[in-house]
């Protein structure tokens, strides 16, 4: 395990030039390479599991990229939505059980709440203190955000036309589009429940009181919506994985996606490495390794997601982030209201 | 049974050693206490406790005042009613047809049923999703193609509970057809004999004798379908959510959610248990007159009446029934496992491999989940047929005082539904003394608990066939009880017993509801990976899980059915 001195905490905030904030958190970790000492110890190790709520297709590419880079370390994903993996970690820190090594979830309130509960390694890999803008990274260590991820609407080009296809939140409400439409659950998803607690902060629960009337097919996973369009099962994706509709355009399916007027739901989605974790170098070095730019590039070019890393080269045929109309992003809020979200949306949408 | 040795004659002529028997079976009745109390007990202390542990009756207030409660509850029994008669009005009419008429094939009718009574009733749903989702639904595509219908016409929307209710009839008629198929089988044909000869033409012979004999199984066989109906949490998650409701085992696994409320859970859990004792009790009841069918001795074969125009009808109505549950699913499922997208139809052209390299060399969580599933299946299937062997040795031959109990509570776990267990013991073993939540061990009570009835049940069947006087024998040259159990009684059950080990093995694979409460990520067993998979929507990684399960169910079933003179032994639940 990489246990930091009171020198090394030093060197990091000195390298930092902040003097000021070195009094204020005293945690702040220097930015650590990846070393010899580090893989060697990690290839000891052998293995790491990695629960995550990115697309099973993509988790396991980059598993599977980093088995390349660093053979002998086997990546195990553990992939199901941000909520469940919050739920899971929740349960099995409660009987003792400390079996991941390093999450990502969707839902920036659980790195807040796994921090408070003691339960994160402070890390800061050296290409994220270089390249990375200060918001997307705990100053602690805590966390970092990996990728920033968009709940836009999607729809099935076969069955609506461009000019036919809803623009804003409000054209949802159409009576056309009764029986037409499928949501992912914020119960599930971690992008679902900054999307419904944006929409509902923005338009009002009674937008989404109105919505429920509109015969909504819901799934649970953000990653499920994108996949119905795909399939032709419902017309319109209320919710869901913007990049996943991308890939599948990408892919020659007859998918597209929309910026809704009102503004697009934003979830950055963090990661972190476990105090407890059972392999610990493996996850560090897992954790440096999926900020590093290398990894970072496929996440843009595979998953066309967007990414935090100011030196990825972006792939023509995504919109830049800069250029859609954003809903803010508002964790804190997140961390008191979740439970009376996911309560206000089993009550106004039955599950 | 009555010849039977009371056990303490013997106990003078023992010779060697010192007799276990007696300690080793009343370790058997404390091990058995432990696995059922103690989830039980746990289970009723969390329904009347808050989350302080104070005692309190609002979690049952709650249930029963709180609409997001009571729409469950209502749904659950809408679905299970309709279920229970529609099992009943396609399995009675085909089971008479197969044990009774001259039926061709009626062998492949058999073997047919059987295939919908291993496939896991989760794999089927999903099937069904692929078939019959009122847009992208293969079926619904063919209709339109066929008809010219406009693009969102349908004619089958399975995300109702229409659709529920049918594919939950799907894989449970099963249960209600072996029941009416082995009460025609063993009905004696002289009765309806001695009615024809009497004058009672053919059809009234089946209208005054046939069917009143038979009617007990049948009322038992809907009892049955009701239990399995309501108790289900596959199917009801797979559909019921997408269409906007709950069933009350997917209230109960929600409550799990963070963050997680027990004692709601405990408390929900309750009236399923409670409705299981009852109407097991009921169908006990019921069936408990059905001695009168076979009083006196021998009868001859059951006596077959000729369809003669209508054979070849009916074997063709049969087969278009068994479509439902075997071909029709079975195909959705080859085509998702091969087509690049789950509901496109596959063609020469564009069927693709990806599915197949993703599951075997991508997906990293695959290889832990079947390394579970085995050692999970084997390590349940060992241990239960152990357990099974002796209760069912101990009740047969009425071996000790107190028999009775250990029979009773070999059988008493199938009066808890699947999801109620799992609730019991995630309660019961997340805390110390045994903390087992994140281990093997706590699937494999569960498992060994919910295999153990119809374990015991078919070996207390194998038992019956083999006379005491051969272990009195060799009790009297000496052996003690369990020597004589070893060498005398246990070849003779082989083929049971490896019967039994093969069947519970199977079941272990199908098992879903209790282990969606258990797993952790390092215990994770297929179904629950394949549930998993559901929830994102990758329905071909899905495809090719679900074939390999098939294939590997199927040589197990085949295996089983090869054992010479062991034709008949079927899934009891």
Not at chain 2, 435 to 457: D, K
């Amino acid at each position: 395990m990489t246990f930091l001195s009171k020198r090394d905490v030093l060197k990091g905030a000195a390298a930092l030039g902040l003097s000021a904030f070195a009094v204020r958190v005293s945690a702040a970790p220097a930015a650590e390479a990846i070393t010899p000492a580090l893989i060697e110890a990690a290839k000891k190790e052998g293995k790491l599991s990695f629960y995550t709520a990115m697309d099973l297709q993509f988790a396991e590419r980059l598993g599977k990229t980093f088995e390349a880079k660093y053979p002998g370390i086997a990546v195990r994903v553990e992939r199901s939505g941000a909520e469940r993996v919050f739920q899971r970690i929740g349960q099995e820190y409660a009987s003792n059980i400390h079996a991941c090594d390093v999450v990502n979830t969707a839902d920036q309130a659980h790195c807040i709440i796994w921090k408070r509960n003691g339960w994160l390694a402070p890390y800061i890999p050296e290409e994220v203190a270089k390249h990375f803008d200060r918001r997307f990274y705990d100053p602690e260590g805590h966390s970092i955000t990996t990728r920033i991820l968009i709940s836009p609407f999607g729809y099935n080009t076969d069955q609506v036309k461009k000019e036919d296809a809803p623009k804003s939140f409000k054209d949802l409400l159409d009576p056309k589009w009764k029986g037409k439409m499928v949501k992912a659950h914020p119960a599930y998803s971690g992008t679902i429940m900054n999307s419904t607690f944006q929409t509902a902060r923005d338009l009002g629960w009674d937008y989404l009181v109105k919505l429920a009337t509109q015969n909504v097919m819901q799934v649970q996973s953000a990653t499920d919506t994108p996949k119905r369009i795909a399939l032709g099962e419902r017309a319109i994706m209320v919710d869901g994985a913007g990049y996943l509709v991308i890939r599948n355009k990408e892919a020659g399916q007859p998918v597209d996606i929309i910026y809704p007027e009102e503004g697009t739901p934003l979830a950055t989605s963090p990661s972190a490495v476990f105090k407890d974790a059972p392999n610990p170098n493996a996850a560090r070095l897992f954790q440096n390794w999926m900020h590093s730019r290398e990894a970072q590039q496929v996440l843009v070019d595979f998953a066309r997601q967007y990414s935090p890393h100011d030196q990825t080269v972006e792939k023509p045929g995504v919109r830049k982030l800069a250029d859609i109309k954003l809903m803010k992003e508002d964790p804190e809020a997140i961390l008191t209201q979740a439970e009376d979200v996911k309560k206000r949306y089993s009550e106004i949408f039955k599950v | 049974m009555t010849i039977a040795l009371p056990s303490t004659p013997a106990s003078p002529q023992r010779k060697y050693g010192v007799d276990f028997t007696k300690p080793v079976l009343y370790g058997f009745a404390a091990v058995l206490c432990v696995l059922i109390v103690l989830p039980l007990s746990w289970l009723f202390f969390y329904s009347v406790t808050d989350g302080k542990g104070s005692v309190t009756l609002s979690n049952f207030i709650r249930l029963f005042t709180d609409p997001t409660f009571l729409d469950p509850l209502m749904t659950t029994f809408i679905v299970a009613t309709c279920s229970a008669v529609i099992c009943c009005a396609v399995a009675a009419p085909m089971g008479w047809l197969v044990a009774r008429t001259d039926l061709p094939y009626s062998g492949i009718i058999r073997a047919l049923v059987t295939a919908s009574f291993v496939t896991p009733p989760f794999l089927g749903a999903i099937a069904w999703e692929v078939l019959a989702a009122p847009n992208s639904g293969l079926l619904n595509k063919i209709f339109r193609s066929l008809t010219g219908a406009e693009a969102d016409v349908h004619i089958f929307n399975i995300y109702s509970m229409e659709g529920l209710i049918f594919v939950i009839s799907c894989y449970t008629f099963p249960y209600v057809f072996v029941l009416v198929a082995n009460s025609l089988d063993r009905t004696p044909g002289e009765l309806e004999d001695a009615s024809s000869i009497l004058g009672g033409g053919r059809w009234y012979t089946a209208r005054r004798i046939t069917i009143p004999l038979v009617l007990p199984a049948l009322l038992a066989g809907a009892l049955v379908a009701f239990l399995q109906a309501m108790t289900l949490f596959g199917s009801p998650a797979i559909l019921a959510l997408p269409a906007g409701f709950h069933t009350m085992t997917t209230k109960i696994w929600s409550l799990f959610q963070y963050p997680p409320k027990p004692e709601l859970a405990a408390a929900a859990s309750l009236p399923l248990l409670v409705l299981t004792v009852f109407l097991l009790r009921a169908e006990h009841m019921i069936l408990g007159r059905r001695g009168y069918s076979v009083v006196g001795g021998k009868y001859g074969a059951p006596r077959l009446i000729p369809l003669h125009n209508w054979r070849w009808a009916a074997f063709i109505i049969c087969l278009l029934v068994l479509m439902l549950p075997v071909f029709l699913p079975y195909a959705a499922l080859f085509n998702a496992a091969f087509s690049p997208v789950a509901t496109t139809f596959l063609t020469f052209k564009n069927a693709t491999m990806h599915n197949i390299y993703f599951v075997l060399f991508e997906l990293s969580a695959a290889s832990l989940a079947l390394k579970n599933t085995v050692i999970l299946g084997t390590a349940t299937a060992t241990i239960g047929t152990m357990i099974a062997v002796i209760i069912a040795y101990v009740t047969a031959r009425q071996a000790v005082r107190g028999w009775r109990v250990l029979g009773f509570l070999a059988t008493a776990p199938i009066a808890i539904p699947g999801i109620v267990l799992g609730v019991g013991l995630f309660l019961s073993y997340t805390r110390p003394p045994f903390v087992l939540y994140g281990t093997l061990w706590i699937l494999l009570i569960a498992f060994v608990t919910i295999a153990l009835p119809s374990a015991y049940q078919q070996l207390q069947a194998a038992f019956r066939t083999i006379h005491p006087e051969l272990e009195d024998a060799s009790r009297i040259l000496g052996a003690t009880r369990l020597r004589s159990l070893w060498q005398i009684t246990a070849p003779l059950l082989r083929t049971g017993v490896i019967a039994t080990w093969c069947f519970i093995f199977v079941g272990v694979m199908r098992e879903l509801s209790a282990a969606i409460i258990l797993f952790t990520s390092e215990t994770k067993v297929i179904s629950v990976l394949i549930y998993d998979l559901n929830e994102s929507g990758d329905l071909g990684a899905i495809a090719v899980i679900g074939i390999g399960m098939l294939i590997i169910t199927f040589a197990v079933v085949f295996a089983v059915n090869r054992i010479p003179g062991f034709g008949q032994v079927r899934f009891r639940n």
